[in-house]
């Protein structure tokens, strides 16, 4: 009997890690309408006079409560700035964008590659 609770309960955890926060698609783009989830075109490289980066992304299997936090992480793989999106709704779909001011911030000054990195619930997802 012991045996068949504890595979129940392991069934039961698999089963909701299923439901995770999934990503369906993701850019990082010199411009993003924030009035639709119309994908952006994906940009790889960007100049100290750019006015800004967006990363444009599309997840999946959203439930109630999960959170989201987007990092921007510079060349030397600090965290320079970081967008918090907390407390979302159950949905199947969602877009979301978030922006790195460049021109004119200290982003202009330290280039290299820098990396965006999105974690759900303290988990990284891409």
């Known amino acids: 009997m012991r045996r068949r609770v504890l595979l129940t309960c392991y069934i039961l955890a698999l089963a909701r890690s299923g439901w995770a926060i999934t990503i369906k698609d993701s850019r990082v783009a010199a411009s993003v309408s924030e009035e639709s989830c119309r994908v952006p075109k994906a ?3 960007f100049q100290p006079t750019d006015r800004q980066v967006f990363l444009w ?3 999946r299997q959203v439930r109630a409560g999960d959170q989201l936090r987007v990092e921007w992480l510079d060349p030397s793989g600090v965290v320079s700035t970081s967008a918090e ?4 709704p159950s949905t199947t779909e969602l877009c979301f964008t978030s922006q790195l001011p460049v021109a004119g ?4 000054s330290r280039p290299g590659n820098w990396t965006v990195r999105v974690l759900s619930n303290g988990r990284p997802l891409f």
């Open 85 to 88: 999106y907390g407390e979302l």
């Open 57 to 59: 992304f599309q997840a």
């Open 105 to 108: 911030f200290a982003p202009a």
């Open 43 to 45: 940009v790889g490289l």
